[in-house]
């Protein structure tokens, strides 16, 4: 039976997201597996987080220290070289830490490694199979993975359902296990996203908008949607970049996360770092000219339209519905 770990990344005592889409993730390689969640961290903090992942885990191991008072890859690295059993498949999430944890991780654990995961076939003796997207998810690519040495996994937030709480394990604090671990990255400060007139993060219905809107002329479309619809405009980040809308409105890894409970993505190609600001599972509606663009691979709704054209349709339907 494969040994599987999950790394948990957390804010402010509070578990991300991705913790139970691990969870789910783990269960592909092998449902009989027990999986274990590994927290980093320090003070009650640590200790909220690791109460709220033993509420859905088998076990958890906790390691408490200052050098982990930030998600410091140069930390965690050797930490979980130390702990990690041989031949253990250990999941981290595909964030900014994931990417900068797993390359190194996996060098030092002569293990395998298969980033940006967004499904698992499962395992056959030591040959696990997966998916993967390339190319700003352009190409989807089946992966063989030999993990009879061990493997590291990062499966991308939104790609696994999150799993529901159904065992609950011990906290193990094994900070004892860590020893000393000297870092050179040290953290100054944490710097919050800007807000600015509306707050993207707090709205439970976002009309999004990508490349696909063309012109800076056509955001009216998209703003008289989110009107009719009770909604605010967000949008990926070639809109912020060509200076069409704030900064604050962008949606992803370098932008702000949101959890709106329903997301209209018009004219997104649905690369990992838009969906990496996404989260909550919403109902994601996509509407795209282009059958074959990876956002519907996670939209619960595909629409195979041109936005300009859909988006006027749409408002206007509401506005007579109502
Ligand atoms: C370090 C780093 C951080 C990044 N952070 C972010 C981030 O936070 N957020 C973010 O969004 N991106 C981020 N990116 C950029 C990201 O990689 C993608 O380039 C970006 O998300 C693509 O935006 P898009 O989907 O709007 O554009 P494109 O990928 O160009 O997609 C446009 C889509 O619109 C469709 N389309 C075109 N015309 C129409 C039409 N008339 N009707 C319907 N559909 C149409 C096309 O078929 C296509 O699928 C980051 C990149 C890097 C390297």
Not at 20 to 42: F, N, Q, R, W, Y
Not at 95 to 120: E, Q, R
Not at 247 to 272: D, E, H, M, N, W
Request: some cysteine; proline content about 4%.
């Amino acid at each position: 039976m494969a040994q599987i770990f999950a790394y948990i990344v957390h804010k402010n005592g509070v578990a991300d997201d991705t913790a139970l889409e691990l969870l789910t993730a783990a269960k592909k390689i092998d449902p009989a597996a027990s999986v274990t969640a590994i927290v980093t961290g320090e003070g009650s903090a640590l200790d909220a987080v690791a109460g709220q992942v033993a509420k859905a885990y088998n076990e958890v191991w906790k390691f408490s220290a200052p050098v982990f008072a930030y998600p410091n890859a140069e930390a965690v690295r050797p930490l979980l070289v130390k702990v990690l059993p041989a031949g253990a498949i250990l999941l981290v999430a595909h964030d900014t830490f994931g990417m900068d944890l797993a390359p190194g991780l996996s060098i030092k654990l002569n293990a395998a490694l298969v980033t940006d995961v967004v499904g698992i076939e499962g395992l056959d003796g030591s040959t696990l199979k997966l998916v993967r997207q390339e190319f700003g998810g352009q190409v989807s690519t089946h992966v063989a993975a030999d993990v009879s040495t061990g493997a590291v996994l990062t499966p991308r937030a939104g790609s696994f359902t999150a799993a529901e709480a159904a065992a609950s394990g011990p906290v193990v604090d094994k900070s004892a296990e860590a020893g000393d671990l000297v870092v050179k990255r040290r953290f100054i400060e944490v710097v919050a996203a800007e807000v600015g007139d509306v707050d993207i993060t707090k709205e439970d219905v976002l009309v999004s908008i990508g490349r696909g809107i063309e012109e800076q002329d056509n955001i009216e479309i998209a703003q008289d949607l989110a009107k009719a619809m009770g909604a605010v405009v967000s949008c990926s980040r070639p809109i912020v970049d060509a200076k069409w809308l704030e900064k604050s409105r962008q949606v992803g890894t370098s932008g702000q996360t949101v959890k709106p409970k329903v997301y209209l993505a018009c004219g997104i190609s649905g690369s990992f770092q838009h969906l990496g600001g996404l989260k909550g599972n919403p109902f994601i509606v996509a509407i795209n000219k282009n059958a074959k663009a990876p956002i519907f691979q996670v939209a619960d709704v595909g629409i195979v339209a041109n936005i300009l054209e859909f988006m006027p349709a749409l408002t206007e339907a509401i506005e007579e519905g109502k």
